[in-house]
């Protein structure tokens, strides 16, 4: 069996590039959001605590 390889189009590669960049940015959203929210719940003063 050989081994056949796809070559992307330059508008392949650039739309495969947006996808990325669009689902690093969710992701950065949520950990955001999960980082507000768990401040919210456990209010604020979780930061003045004695480690």
Same mark, same amino acid.
């Given at each position: 069996?050989?081994?056949? $390889?796809?070559? %992307?189009?330059?508008?392949?590669?650039? #739309?495969?590039?947006?996808?990325?960049?669009?689902?690093? @940015?969710? $992701?950065?959203? %949520?950990?955001?959001?999960?980082?507000? #929210?768990?401040?919210?719940?456990?209010?604020?003063?979780? @930061?003045?605590?004695?480690?």
């Amino acid at each position: 069996m050989e081994n056949e $390889l796809v070559t %992307l189009t330059a508008s392949q590669k650039r #739309a495969r590039r947006s996808r990325s960049v669009a689902i690093g @940015l969710a $992701l950065f959203a %949520l950990v955001i959001i999960f980082y507000v #929210a768990t401040i919210a719940k456990f209010g604020p003063g979780i @930061l003045d605590r004695a480690m």
